[in-house]
């Protein structure tokens, strides 16, 4: 008797070790198929990394601003070419796969309706009933295990720059001016949001779909988020935590922008950094196990100038927006790892001069920031740039540092950004590789 109780004990213990920091969420974002060039991610490639993936989320659908349906964003690859079902059949083939269809992102950009997903919160119950049947049809008509709400809400303010005099007189005029306030009907907003997603479980719950959120990056979770109603409703969320600062909000400054801890000084903000986001879930009693920390494949690059100096410490002032865009992503300040990748020092480029010179690389031996890499303006440089960004070894510390708060995994946005091919080191996925192996 004894004998079998101290079996059993042991059998939970090994099974919540197992169990411990397992999702594995990636992040799939389907307009990556209709790119050109070596950023073109097609099926073969996606199966690739199905293999270390739990969840697959497929972006993305938006809503129509007429009716407040869901609708896909790029209806002739999801729906004419199949794209939907062609990825929800892969669970055929990797049963432990659970495919999440996700609404809203950075990519239901409505110019015409800027502020559709409050409008849906705000409307009567028969915008909600539209988007509801719509998700709910899309969902089962495709094959999806789920529904993500990745969910568009005012984004917080860029932080200020400011010189060093006076700035301690604005930050005290900007506490009794308001001055981060970006929506005053916040908190009706949030009891709102809290009633939606009441009504999308309900539709889900039947069929036994999964419902998660998707926090996106400088969305301010103590205005829009009532964590401990929320707790109740969703199955996970992921925390988009990077973005913190990026060239087109912050066009005048660089600085590291997914760091795991805050660093006190000059004028960080003390809610700029992953381990804050993932606290303030916890506090409010969300379930460690159903919180996964978002990590970016890719890196924020700004464009330096000759004002910005030659030693590329962060906070790098006098920089001049966004760096331009690669080759393969195609977004200005924006570089995915395998960009970021051929633009260090290597066998190929070490000898080049000026503007095809390598970057200079400075990782982050305190594990607490991430790393980043450069090229003053200087000399022959005239194109400066600055990136900051998780490789490989970043993303590993985010995963060890998952396991250590007991968190529900990693999501990785995306994986089209990832080193698919294998161009940097002939390893097919190595953020994804060296997450899955951390944790
Ligand atoms: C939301 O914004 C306020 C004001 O800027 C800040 O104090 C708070 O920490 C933010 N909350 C989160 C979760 O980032």
Not at 143 to 163: E, I, M, S, T, W
Not at 257 to 272: I, M
Not at 289 to 308: E, F, H, P, Q
Request: proline fraction near 5%; hydrophobic fraction near 40%; charged fraction near 20%.
């Amino acid at each position: 008797m004894k004998l079998l109780l101290l079996l059993s004990f042991v059998m939970c213990f090994l099974v919540a070790a197992i169990q411990g920091a397992s999702n594995l969420v990636c992040y799939y974002d389907s307009s990556s198929y209709t790119r050109e060039g070596l950023g073109k991610l097609l099926n073969p490639d996606l199966e690739i990394a199905l293999q270390f993936c739990t969840h697959l989320v497929y972006g993305y659908a938006g809503i129509r601003a007429d009716n407040y349906q869901v609708q896909s964003l790029n209806e002739n690859l999801d729906i004419y070419k199949h794209q939907f079902s062609e990825v929800t059949a892969l669970k055929h083939k990797y049963q432990h796969l659970k495919v999440l269809l996700s609404v809203g992102g950075d990519h239901d950009i409505d110019v015409e309706h800027p502020n559709k997903y409050i409008e849906l919160l705000e409307g009567e119950k028969v915008r909600q009933t539209a988007f509801i049947q719509s998700a709910f049809s899309l969902v089962k008509t495709y094959g999806f295990d789920g529904l993500d709400l990745a969910y568009q809400f005012p984004r917080n303010k860029p932080r200020k720059v400011h010189g060093e005099l006076g700035s301690a007189w604005k930050s005290v005029k900007k506490f009794f001016t308001g001055d981060f306030v970006v929506d005053t009907q916040s908190s009706l907003h949030k009891e709102q949001f809290t009633a939606f997603v009441r009504g999308v479980k309900d539709s889900l719950r039947n069929d036994g779909l999964l419902l998660s959120l998707t926090v996106l990056p400088n969305v301010n979770s103590t205005w829009y988020f009532d964590i401990p109603a929320l707790n109740g409703l969703v199955d996970f969320v992921n925390l988009a935590a990077f973005d913190f600062l990026t060239p087109a909000r912050n066009p005048e400054e660089a600085d590291f922008t997914a760091s795991l801890y805050g660093a006190p000084s000059q004028n960080r903000l003390g809610h700029y950094n992953a381990d804050f986001q993932v606290q303030h879930w916890l506090q409010h009693g969300f379930p460690s196990s159903r919180i996964n920390l978002g990590v970016a494949a890719y890196g924020n690059a700004w464009k330096l100038t000759a004002d910005s100096g030659v030693e590329g410490t962060p906070v790098v002032g006098h920089t001049d927006g966004p760096a331009p865009a690669g080759s393969q992503s195609q977004k200005p300040g924006l570089l995915s790892y395998p960009e970021i990748c051929g633009k260090l020092k290597n066998a190929q480029n070490e000898f080049l001069k000026g503007n095809d010179s390598p970057l200079h690389r400075v990782s982050d031996p305190t594990k607490r920031y991430g790393n980043y890499a450069f090229r003053p303006v200087q000399g022959a440089v005239t194109e400066g740039i600055w990136v900051s960004y998780d490789d490989p070894d970043a993303a590993a510390n985010k995963a060890a540092y998952v396991k250590a708060k007991n968190l529900g995994g990693i999501a990785l946005f995306d994986l089209a950004y990832d080193d698919f091919r294998g161009l940097c080191t002939n390893d097919k996925y190595p953020i994804l590789r060296s997450i899955k192996y951390r944790l």
